[in-house]
C-alpha cells in the first residue's frame, strides 16, 4: 500500500475540567490512504467528532491535543499553528458539517463561497474560479448551475445545500475530506443521493475520505475500513465487511445486533445493558467492562491492548465461527 | 370495532404573507395542504405505523389522533367518538384520558423545573386523581429507579428521558399512545432498550400504539400494520411482510431501495430521482408523479384512489 494520506499515531485530545482532566479522544490510531473511504462510528460520546476536529485544528479551547502525531502527506500537522495550519488544511483538507445551512454563509452568493476558497488556496484568476466553480456545481448534480450560482443558501432546499457544501469541500482539491455526518439531517431518498456523489467524486479523484456517523448503513454501503470507537477508544478497526459480518468486539457484536434491521423476525431486539459511561468516569481497564457479558478480570484490570488493522482492543475478542 | 377510525383526513395550513404585504405584492393567499384525504383504521392492541419522508405528514396525522390540532375536514373517531365534534362534555373527559402522546425530543418534552415525580403523575394529578406511591410505581416499570423521583430531569441521559416521558404518557391508564419519532434522537443502543421497554408494555398493558418514524427500520420491527405517507398523502398501507417483501407503490419501492443496508457493501443503490415537491403547489393527479419511472398520462391527471389488492392498500393506477 502506498503512504497514506492521513496518519494518527496515539492521539490523545484531553479537556480540563473542574472535575479535573477528560480524555475524550484516547490514543486513538489509523491511517487512511488515497481513494479509500474510512467510516468511523460511534454513539455519541464517543469522540468520533472530536477526533476529525482534531485534524483540521478546529479543537475549541480549553481542548487541546495532548499527545500523539498527525501527519498529512507526510507533513507533521498537529504541531502547526495558526496561519500556517490554516493554509495548510484549507488547501488539503475539505469538511463536510452535518447541518448544511450553518455551514454556508447566508450572506454571500454560493458563487462567491467557492470562488473566494479557490482564489485563497489556488493560483488562478477570478474569471477562471467562477467557471470552475460552475463546473464544481454540475459535478455535484445541481441543475442549472450558470444560473444557480448567484443564489444564495436559503433558496436552495436541504439536500441541494448539502450538495454545495460538498462542492465547496472539494473546489480546493483536497486530498483530504473530512465528512462529519454529512447525511444525519437529510431524508433516506437525499441521503442515498449524497452518500453516492461522495462516493464517486472521492473514487474519480483519488480523495481520502473519513466518514464521521452513528449509521451502520451507511457504513456498511460507503466505507472501504471501519473503525468503531467507544469512550473516546478505538473498539475495533478493520475492513467493512469483517468488522460488520464478523464483529471481534464484543461492543461492535452488540452494536449490530441492538439495530433493528439485525433481528428482523424477532420479537426483541438485542440489548446492551446501561449506556456508555460519562467522559469523568470511565472504568478501570477496558472502558466496555461494566457492559460486556464476556468481562473477567483482567478488563477490570489491564487497559485494552493497543490495535492495529483486523483487530479488536479487546482481550477476549469473538472468534469468527462464534460470530457468524 | 377499530379503536381509532380516520375519514378523509385533512388539515391545511396558511402561510400566506402578512396582509400588507400580500396587498403590496399582489399576491393571494397561500395554503399548504400537509394532510390531503387520508384514510385507516387501527385496531385496539395492535401498532399501527405512519412513515414518510419530513413534510409528509406523519406528525401532523399524529397531531390530529391527539387532538393537538383540529382537522380542516374529515373526521377521526377514538371508540367511536369524534372529539372534534363530540357535543357531550363527559364523553369527550373520558376518552381524553385513554389518549397520551410521547415526543421526540425528550431534551425538550420535559419541564426542567418539575421534579420526575410530578412530570409523571400531572396527567392523573391534573384530574385529581390519586397519586400516591404512583410515581415511583411507575419508575420501576420503565426500568429506573423509584429513589429516581425526586430529581430533576437534567440529570438523566436522552434515553433515561424517553423512559420518563413513557411513564408519564402511562400515568392516566391509557389504551392509546401515539409516539412521535421516540427514538430518532437515540443511539442504537439506547433505541433498542426504549424499543423493548415499548414492546413489554404494551403487551403488559393492552395498549394500542400509533408510532410515527421515518425509520424502515424501526417501523418494520415494531408495527402490525404500516402505512407510508408522501405529501399528505397515504400512498400505500399493509402488513410489513407485505410492504417489504411484495411491495405495490413505486414511492414504498423508491424508499426500500434507498435505504441504506447492513450488507450493502458497495452497494451501488438505485438513486431517487428528484426530490419532494413544493407542498404549497402539489403536482396534479398523483403526488408522486414527477419521480415515479412508471408515471402515465392518467397519473397526471387523475388523483388515484385507495383500492385493496390482497391485503394491502394502495393508492396508484398501475399497482397489481
Known amino acids: ?324 | 370495532m377499530s379503536l381509532i377510525s380516520v375519514r378523509h383526513l385533512t388539515r391545511t395550513f396558511d402561510v400566506s404573507k402578512p396582509w400588507l404585504n400580500r396587498v403590496i405584492e399582489r399576491r393571494k393567499k397561500a395554503f399548504l395542504t400537509a394532510v390531503s384525504e387520508v384514510d385507516f383504521n387501527v385496531e385496539a392492541q395492535t401498532t399501527y405505523a405512519l412513515v414518510g419522508e419530513s413534510g409528509s405528514g406523519k406528525s401532523t396525522i399524529g397531531r390530529m389522533l391527539v387532538g393537538l390540532l383540529t382537522p380542516t375536514s374529515g373526521d377521526v373517531e377514538i371508540n367511536g367518538v369524534n372529539l372534534a365534534s363530540e357535543t357531550d362534555a363527559a364523553k369527550i373527559d373520558h376518552i381524553r384520558s385513554d389518549i397520551q402522546m410521547i415526543f421526540q425530543d425528550p431534551f425538550a418534552s420535559l419541564n426542567p423545573r418539575w421534579r420526575v415525580r410530578d412530570i409523571i403523575v400531572e396527567p392523573v394529578a391534573a384530574r385529581g386523581g390519586d397519586t400516591t406511591g404512583l410515581a415511583e410505581k411507575l419508575l420501576e416499570q420503565v426500568g429506573l429507579s423509584a429513589l429516581d423521583a425526586g430529581k430533576f430531569p437534567h440529570e438523566f441521559s436522552g434515553g433515561q428521558r424517553q423512559r420518563i416521558c413513557i411513564a408519564r404518557a402511562l400515568s392516566s391508564e391509557p389504551k392509546l399512545i401515539v409516539c412521535d419519532e421516540p427514538t430518532s434522537a437515540l443511539d442504537v443502543s439506547v433505541q433498542a432498550q426504549v424499543l423493548n421497554l415499548m414492546s413489554d408494555l404494551k403487551d403488559n398493558f393492552g395498549l394500542t400504539y400509533v408510532l410515527i418514524s421515518h425509520d424502515l427500520t424501526v417501523v418494520r420491527h415494531m408495527a402490525d400494520r404500516i402505512g407510508v405517507l408522501y405529501l399528505g398523502r397515504l400512498v400505500e398501507e399493509a402488513a410489513p411482510e407485505d410492504l417489504f417483501n411484495n411491495t405495490k407503490h413505486p414511492y414504498t419501492q423508491m424508499l426500500l431501495e434507498a435505504a441504506p443496508r447492513m450488507d450493502g457493501f458497495g452497494r451501488e443503490a438505485k438513486l431517487p430521482e428528484g426530490e419532494i415537491p413544493d407542498p404549497i403547489n402539489p403536482p396534479s393527479g398523483c403526488a408522486f408523479n414527477p419521480r415515479c419511472p412508471l408515471a402515465v398520462e392518467r397519473c397526471r391527471t387523475e388523483r388515484p384512489k385507495m383500492r385493496d389488492i390482497g391485503n394491502t392498500r394502495v393508492a396508484c393506477h398501475l399497482a397489481e
Open chain 1, 1 to 324: 500500500m502506498s503512504d497514506p494520506v492521513l496518519s494518527i499515531r496515539n492521539l490523545c485530545v484531553e479537556i480540563p475540567t473542574r472535575a479535573g482532566i477528560v480524555r475524550p479522544v484516547d490514543s486513538v490510531s489509523y491511517d487512511i490512504a488515497a481513494g479509500e473511504i474510512l467510516g468511523v462510528v460511534g454513539e455519541s460520546g464517543a469522540g468520533k467528532s472530536m477526533a476529525g476536529n482534531a485534524v483540521i485544528g478546529l479543537l475549541n479551547p480549553p481542548a487541546r491535543i495532548a499527545s500523539g502525531e498527525i501527519w498529512l502527506n507526510g507533513k507533521r500537522i498537529d504541531t502547526l499553528k495558526g496561519d500556517a495550519m490554516r493554509r495548510l488544511c484549507g488547501k488539503h483538507i475539505g469538511m463536510v458539517f452535518q447541518d448544511p445551512l450553518t455551514s454556508l454563509n447566508p450572506l454571500l452568493s454560493i458563487g462567491d463561497q467557492l470562488t473566494e476558497t479557490m482564489l485563497t488556496h489556488l493560483d488562478i484568476s477570478r474569471e477562471d474560479a467562477r467557471k470552475r466553480a460552475i463546473a464544481a456545481l454540475e459535478e455535484v448534480g445541481i441543475p442549472g448551475a450558470a444560473e444557480r450560482i448567484d443564489s444564495y443558501p436559503h433558496e436552495f432546499s436541504g439536500g441541494m445545500r448539502q450538495r454545495v457544501v460538498i462542492a465547496l469541500a472539494l473546489c480546493a482539491e483536497p486530498s483530504l475530506v473530512i465528512a462529519d455526518e454529512p447525511t444525519t439531517a437529510l431524508d433516506v431518498s437525499v441521503q442515498a443521493q449524497i452518500i453516492a456523489l461522495l462516493k464517486r467524486l472521492c473514487r474519480n479523484r483519488g480523495t481520502a475520505v473519513m466518514l464521521i456517523t452513528h449509521d451502520m448503513g451507511v457504513i456498511a454501503e460507503a466505507a472501504d475500513r471501519v473503525a468503531v470507537m467507544y469512550a473516546g477508544r478505538l473498539a475495533e478497526l478493520g475492513s467493512v465487511r469483517d468488522v460488520l459480518t464478523a464483529p471481534r468486539h464484543p461492543y461492535t457484536h452488540g452494536l449490530m445486533a441492538s439495530t433493528p434491521l439485525a433481528s428482523a423476525g424477532q420479537p426483541r431486539l438485542h440489548q446492551i445493558e446501561g449506556a456508555m459511561p460519562r467522559l469523568t468516569a470511565i472504568p478501570e481497564g477496558c472502558p466496555f467492562n461494566p457492559r460486556c457479558e464476556r468481562a473477567a478480570d483482567k478488563c477490570r484490570q489491564a487497559p485494552a491492548p493497543r490495535i492495529v488493522d483486523g483487530q479488536a482492543a479487546c482481550w477476549f475478542p469473538r472468534v469468527a465461527e462464534e460470530a457468524s
